[in-house]
């Protein structure tokens, strides 16, 4: 399966810290793409890097890509509660769909 | 931005009733819509690729005569799900790329949540 796998599953944390979410997949990408899901809605995109790309910003979220280990991460600072939802990554290898990973489910507690 | 309009987002109804759920690109032209069925707590299964004016392309499992898919403009892709029973209760996502190059986002529709009684 191309499907990546997102680490960790469920994360936790109080409003204001960090959040790390990372990613891993196993083929070669043309890109990698950032989703949110809050709870019984579509998916937002919020990023995207390209495969040769390393590191990328948008507002509180910073995303980084290694290609070499196959595997991307995405920081959220500053967290607030509306931050609360599910985060997917989706890798785009060429053949027009995209690839999803498990997810991580975020809360952030007020 | 992109805008991509999914209906209905809720369905309830009797098994055997066929559902037919419409996305429409509401911005932007979309010669490639995907749709998707989500479990709960579970991430997006593709389901199939529904391109305008050509048949869909199943993914492997899926049953095309089951989950029938029309792509008759740029605009606008319709899943129909025949005589649905309570195993097709699901949440059914569609999303469609703006642009056909590369490196372009999926843009998604808000969800279908499909309950079959």
């Known amino acids: 399966s191309q499907q990546g796998e997102e680490d960790p599953q469920a994360l936790s944390i109080q409003e204001g810290e960090n959040a790390t979410m990372n990613c891993s997949y196993k083929t070669s ?10 709870s019984g ?16 910003h948008s507002g509180r ?5 290694d290609t070499s280990k196959k595997s991307s991460s995405l920081l959220i600072t500053a967290s607030r509660a509306a931050d609360t939802a599910s985060y997917f990554c989706a890798t785009d290898v060429g053949a027009n769909n995209l690839f999803f990973g498990t997810g991580t489910r975020l809360t952030v507690i007020p | 931005g ?3 309009s999914q209906h209905p987002s809720w369905v309830i109804c009797k098994s055997g009733t066929s559902v037919k759920i419409e996305c429409r690109s509401l911005d932007f032209q979309a010669t490639t819509m995907f749709w998707y069925r989500q479990f709960p707590k579970q991430s997006l299964m593709l389901m199939a690729t529904s391109n305008e004016g050509s048949k869909a392309t ?10 029938l898919i029309n792509h008759a403009s740029l605009t606008l892709s319709t899943l129909t799900v ?24 999926q843009h998604f529709g808000d969800g279908t949540r499909l309950s079959i009684l």
């Open chain 1, 61 to 65: 979220l910073r995303v980084t890509l």
């Open chain 1, 29 to 38: 990408i043309n890109n990698l793409q950032w989703y949110r899901q809050n």
């Open chain 2, 2 to 4: 992109a805008v991509v």
């Open chain 2, 58 to 67: 199943y993914e492997q499992g899926v049953e095309k005569d089951k989950f």
């Open chain 2, 82 to 105: 025949t005589s649905a029973h309570p195993e097709d209760s699901s949440f059914y996502i569609c999303s469609a790329r703006d642009g056909s190059g590369g490196n372009q986002p």
């Open chain 1, 41 to 56: 809605r579509g998916l937002v995109h919020l990023i995207l890097i390209r495969s040769n790309e390393r590191e990328k």
